[in-house]
């Protein structure tokens, strides 16, 4: 400290502030408080090590983190300041030496930082012993407590135990009064059909994350598709506003694109039934790897790092799980390089007018900013009491169960995939089931899944990659359709495979190399492509092969060999129709005998 004390040394175990001559600045003994005495003696002039230091309490984390404990500053001005240390700082002296001076401790040797720590040990001790213990708890949502038979719901507070421990995040759980929330989702929301979706969808996360183990499906990853001015943001707003503060906000649950990758995929840990909302994804349009982006946040876990001796770093828990919702103007599935499973793992609302006026649209964000939190508890609370009233959550799994045969069975068109989807939808299904038995609201539930389920049908189509390739190929024929040999030992320049006609299609076999070549330049799942192509005998092959030898090029080389009937083509190339006329000219349907002229004019005279 720059101030100086003249005539005041007190040992640091009497909770006062203590000083001490710098000659005894290395020489600190076990007898601290005599030897300040003999100092105070000699009349000599003392500067301050530090202020007045208290020990408040010790914080214990319920699920991640290491314990603390709590402690305050008071200098000569009665000015306080608080502060934290980890007890393993406490266990070393270094680490003790580095954390204190950190907080601006002007230790002139680690010695100083032992005595103080050898306080701050005693006093944790007397405050363990009286239980005078502060919980705390990073995680937001579902998680379980010592002693407890079902889960409970981690908010600002515990919901579903009597244990008291409050939240550490820096977020902004409730505020406003629930009633006007209440009367607000009279008025405004349950008039609505598009509203009613985003308010069923923002309670799903909590289901979601709560069956997630029997589903297979962690995280329902929406994306809120359509033009300016049609609400998405504000809907957004809505969701957030279930739980907590519905400002955007990269401490807060409704976020933007603007940082790192990594950090908004860190931004969700420990986030387990809570909604997450990310606005506006075009202002990342061409700096994400959107297929990468979808598959990791449906996981819900960050990627694995590795320490600096390539050994993987331990981690405390990371995963998320609920609903994630995203805001774009265009799908993100447009960003696709044909995936499949991306696709499927991709929950579309499209072209929805989520408000239906702009002056709407500025009540809902005007309201929900100043009042939330208040819904998603009482949800949680009342979910809760129905775990408990069936012992156990496999209720919930007999209704999910129920609502995905119920959806499944309204498919006019499906595929592999298409149980996936499903599981999403069932989950929003019985979330409204449960809103009306829990909070009374009886809300438009077809009207609500047809806007998902609608689209799913939209979708099958466009997520047959091996028909997607097929129509590809199919244009790479017709360009190159000179490169083809039509007949055995004629081979053209450049020649990439051979053709024949037969009388109701064309065989079209290619070098299987070139049509390696120019899948990979479009599409990345070329083995589920081969195997669609097989399924729908697109192709003729080998056993266990996705090729055969050709016998009309030099060689032998192994060939893809297309069946292709005339109706498929006949529309795509009109070169193929040139082709087909040189190769096979027309021939005179006319006919007539002229026989008798012939014979007259070799009759003799």
């Known amino acids: 400290m720059n101030n100086t004390r003249q005539n005041q040394v007190v040992s640091p175990l009497s909770g006062n502030n203590y000083n001490t001559n710098p000659k005894y600045a290395s020489s600190m003994t076990p007898n601290y408080a005599d030897m300040c005495m003999d100092i105070y003696k000699k009349n000599e002039i003392y500067y301050d090590v530090c202020d007045l230091i208290e020990v408040q ?69 007397e405050l363990m012993e009286n239980g005078n213990i502060s ?98 943001s504000t809907v957004q707003h809505l969701i957030t506003s279930l739980f907590s503060d519905a400002k955007i906000s990269n401490n807060n649950l409704y976020r933007t694109f603007n940082g790192t990758y990594n950090s908004f995929m860190s931004a969700n840990e420990n986030i387990q039934g809570v909604p997450i909302a990310i606005d506006d994804s075009s202002s990342k349009e061409n700096s994400i790897n959107w297929e990468n982006f979808v598959y990791q946040m449906v996981a819900g876990e960050s990627k694995s790092r590795c320490e600096n ?12 799980s609920g609903m994630i919702v995203v805001s774009s103007e265009r799908s993100l599935l447009e ?58 959550a496999k209720f919930l799994i007999e209704m999910f169960d129920k609502e995905f045969k119920t959806i499944k069975s309204k498919l006019i068109v499906a595929d592999h995939l298409s149980d996936r989807v499903c599981s999403q ?7 409204c089931d449960l809103i009306e038995k829990i909070l009374g609201y009886k809300l438009k539930k077809d009207e ?64 299987r190399d070139k049509v390696d070549e120019w899948l990979k330049k479009e599409f990345t799942e070329i083995k589920a492509i081969y195997n669609g192509w097989k399924g729908a005998k697109r192709i003729r092959h080998d056993a266990d092969k996705n090729t055969i ?3 009309r090029l030099p060689g032998r080389p192994r060939v893809v060999c297309f069946k292709i009937l005339d109706k498929e083509n006949e529309e795509k190339s009109q070169a193929k129709v040139e082709a087909v006329i040189c190769e096979n000219p027309p021939k005179s349907q006319v006919s007539f005998d002229d026989s008798a002229e012939v014979d007259a004019l070799f009759e003799e005279d």
């Open 335 to 392: 960003n696709f390089n044909a995936k499949q499973g991306a696709t499927a793992r991709l929950l579309v609302a499209e072209n929805v007018q989520w408000t239906k006026t702009a002056q709407e649209s500025i009540d809902v964000k005007s309201f929900v900013k100043e009042c939330y939190g208040h819904v998603g508890p009482k949800y949680v609370k009342g979910l809760i009491e129905e775990i408990k009233k069936n012992t156990d």
């Open 57 to 125: 309490n010790i914080i214990e984390p319920i699920d991640t983190g290491s314990r603390r404990v709590s402690l305050t500053t008071i200098n000569n001005k009665s000015q306080r300041k608080e502060f934290t240390i980890s007890f393993e700082c406490l266990t070393r002296q270094d680490g003790a030496y580095s954390e204190l001076n950190k907080q601006g401790f002007l230790l002139s040797s680690p010695g100083f930082a032992t005595h103080l720590t050898s306080f701050i040990s005693t006093k944790c001790r």
């Open 425 to 431: 939808i069932a989950m929003i299904g019985i979330t």
């Open 309 to 320: 001796d390539g050994s993987l770093q331990k981690k405390e828990k990371t995963s998320w």
């Open 448 to 511: 609500i899944l047809n806007i998902f389920i609608s689209r799913e049908q939209k979708q099958v189509p466009e997520r047959n990659i091996s028909e997607q390739a097929f129509e590809y190929i199919l244009g790479k024929i017709n360009e190159n359709y000179n490169k083809f040999a039509v007949t055995k030992g004629e081979i053209p320049y450049g020649c990439i495979g051979s053709r024949t006609p037969f009388a109701e299609y064309w065989e079209i076999c290619i070098i």
């Open 135 to 232: 919980y705390t708890h990073n995680v937001i949502g579902w998680g379980t407590v010592k002693d407890c038979p079902h889960p409970v719901f981690f908010l600002d507070n515990v919901i579903g135990s009597n244990l008291n421990s409050k939240s550490d995040r820096k977020l902004s759980f409730k505020s406003g009064n629930p009633k006007d929330y209440f009367e607000f989702i009279e008025k405004t929301i349950l008039p609505s059909v598009p509203l009613q979706t985003a308010f069923a969808c923002g309670l799903t996360s909590v289901v979601c994350s709560l069956i997630k183990d029997y589903t297979s499906v962690d995280v329902i990853l929406l994306d809120i598709v359509g033009v300016s001015s049609t609400g998405k």
């Open 549 to 551: 030898k050709s016998n």
